[in-house]
Each structure stands twice: as C-alpha cells, then as structure tokens.
C-alpha cells in the first residue's frame, strides 16, 4: 500500500497526463470541452477514477463520455509512460455531479431569498402584539 502523499501525487500526475493527452493525443470529434476536475486513485495504485465536466448540453456529455470511453486505452498507454510505475493503473471516467449539485444548491437558496422577501412584505405595516420586546427586565419591577 502506498502513503497517502503519494497517492495524491500519483492522481495529480494522471490529472496532468490526462488533460495533456485530451488536448494532444485525442483527436475524436464526439469529444466536447472537458475539464478534468479530479482524479481518486486507490490505496494500492491500481485503479483510477477521473472525474470531469463537460461544457455543453446533454448531447455533448453523452458523446463525450463515448469519445473518453473510446480512448480510454490510448490515456491509459500515455498515463503509464509518464508515472514510471511498474504496474499502469485502469482509467474510469465519471461525469462529475458538482456543477448539477451546485445548481440544485443555487435553486434552494433563490427558493429561500424569495420567502424571505415574502415574509418581510407580509410584515410591513404591522405592529407587534405585546410591544417589540415582550419580555420583561429586572429594572422594570422596581
């Protein structure tokens, strides 16, 4: 098993190669704008997941993830000739879920504002019940 800094040197050195390689190597026409967001590999250096984005609507993504999964093997041959490693770990590519996330997150708190205003429209005008500050003070037994 390898520590834990060489892991993450190993992922971000395949995040390097793999960008490097889409941008050179690749040359299939399905392929969209990507963005490699991260690479996870495991404890032992033998599979990695990339995950990436890509620019575009749902039409772009499906044929990007075609073109990926068709030149998974020409990364792959370009990834182990950069690590040096003696064993080449497999490539995995998965659409990354952040940018969906962030927008269902983006829609809640639009939601959230806009109740918001709502309430305080509702609140204009009124007066409180008992006074603003309906509990009582010590000073003002005496």
Not at 47 to 65: I, K, M, P, Q
Not at 71 to 91: C, D, F, K, N, Y
Not at 99 to 127: C, N, Q, T, V
């Amino acid at each position: 098993m390898a520590d834990d800094a060489r892991v993450r040197r190993v992922a971000e050195n395949i995040r390097g190669t793999v960008t490097r390689a889409l941008e050179r190597s690749v040359k299939d026409p399905r392929l969209g704008f990507v963005t490699i967001t991260e690479v996870r590999v495991t404890r032992d250096l033998q599979h990695a997941t990339v995950f990436y984005t890509v620019l575009g609507d749902e039409n772009s993504a499906r044929d990007t993830a075609k073109a990926l999964r068709s030149a998974t093997g020409l990364i792959r041959s370009e990834v182990g000739r950069s690590l040096g490693t003696r064993l080449t770990p497999t490539l995995t590519f998965e659409a990354d879920a952040i940018p969906e996330a962030a927008a269902s997150i983006e829609d809640k708190l639009r939601e959230a504002r806009e109740r918001d205003a709502e309430i305080a429209r509702e609140r204009e005008g009124k007066k409180f019940a008992g006074g603003a500050d309906p509990y009582r003070k010590d000073d003002e037994d005496e």
